[in-house]
């Protein structure tokens, strides 16, 4: 994944495209309506949400809801009471060019979170690949007025491990119109302190209790936040039983975990964590991340034992 380093200014530039018109999805789609499963052989491991009936003030967006671990234990939640705009596992930035694509009140410089009518939707348009491991289509990013800010295109996948964890793998490429740059923020970029430096593909955890985080050489929400790590793993009890452990990799330049345990269970590889990050014009920003969903709670020697059986043989 590749960001621009250091705070660029955002200059008006010239005007987002409309969207066109979306192209007939290829493939076979036997229920049009239906959201796809991913499945490992007759386990159902997620379900996609690809065209949610939201508020646009929850920031509308294909997200996975639930994500299950092998023995079927949910580790994701979806429009909980405490941020309705969380959703499972997606992909948000609260400020992509002054849009909130993220859901919510927006952060505002010397004012605070603030309702504001700049909510834009994630779309799908059309798909690339169905297959009960694999999917794979076209989005595109818009403002509220329908305008395109970014296209992407997104493919996940899901891969056994072991016999109780399997992986999740999510590639995107992210290309900014030819005549003008995109500029990506987050409420720490625009002035909230503490660390708040969200947006990006966050992963909204559901837990019994506060979860615990660590990473290879540090615990705690404290010292994972902002960290550049190499993995971040969390470990939990869901509401209904069944422990479970996620294993987070897939840091790009720039890029920072943002990590919640003690308000909510979450984590977020952060794009913009505390300097605005560019998409050039006519540019591609491109992210691959693994998550290891994974029965029981594993410690520090289990995760790396996880992502040794992770590797490619």
């Known amino acids: ?12 530039g010239p005007a987002p495209t409309r969207a066109a018109p979306e192209p007939a999805d290829d493939g076979p789609r036997p229920h049009v309506d239906e959201d796809p499963r991913l499945r490992l052989g007759d386990v159902e491991v ?21 994500v299950r ?66 999917l794979a289509h076209a989005l595109q990013w818009r403002d509220r007025a329908g305008g395109v800010l970014l296209t992407e295109h997104r493919r996940l996948a899901a891969s056994p491990v072991t016999p109780d964890a399997w992986a999740l793998d999510v590639d995107y490429t992210l290309t900014a119109p ?63 039983g069944g422990a479970y452990t996620l294993v987070f990799t897939g840091l790009g330049l720039g890029d920072r975990w943002f990590v919640r ?5 979450g984590v977020c590889v952060a794009f913009a964590f505390d300097r605005p990050a560019v998409v050039p014009a006519g540019g591609r920003r491109t992210g691959r991340h693994r998550v290891l969903v994974a029965d029981g709670v594993r410690d520090r020697a289990g995760v790396t034992a996880l992502l040794a059986a992770a590797e490619p043989q």
């Open 178 to 240: 030819a005549g003008r740059d995109v500029h990506l923020g987050s409420p720490a970029t625009n002035g909230r302190p503490g660390g708040a430096g969200y947006g990006g593909f966050f992963w909204r955890a559901v837990a019994d209790g506060e979860p615990v985080t660590f990473t290879a050489d540090a615990d705690g929400e404290q010292a994972a936040n902002g960290s550049a790590a190499r993995w971040v793993a969390l470990t939990a009890v869901a509401p209904g």
């Open 261 to 265: 345990t003690a308000m909510y269970p």
């Open 46 to 66: 997620a379900r996609y949400v690809v065209r949610p009936d939201l508020d646009p003030k929850h920031g509308p967006r294909p997200y996975l809801h639930p």
């Open 69 to 134: 671990t092998l023995a079927g234990t949910p580790v994701t939640d979806a429009l909980p009471a405490d941020h309705v705009w969380h959703l499972g596992a997606s992909l948000a930035v609260q400020d992509v060019d002054g849009t909130n694509l993220w859901g919510g009140r927006t952060y505002v410089r010397d004012t605070g979170y603030t309702w504001r009518d700049d909510h834009g939707v994630i779309a799908h348009t059309h798909w690339r690949e169905r297959a009960p491991d694999r």
């Open 1 to 12: 994944m590749t960001g621009h380093p250091h705070p660029v200014p955002a200059g008006p």
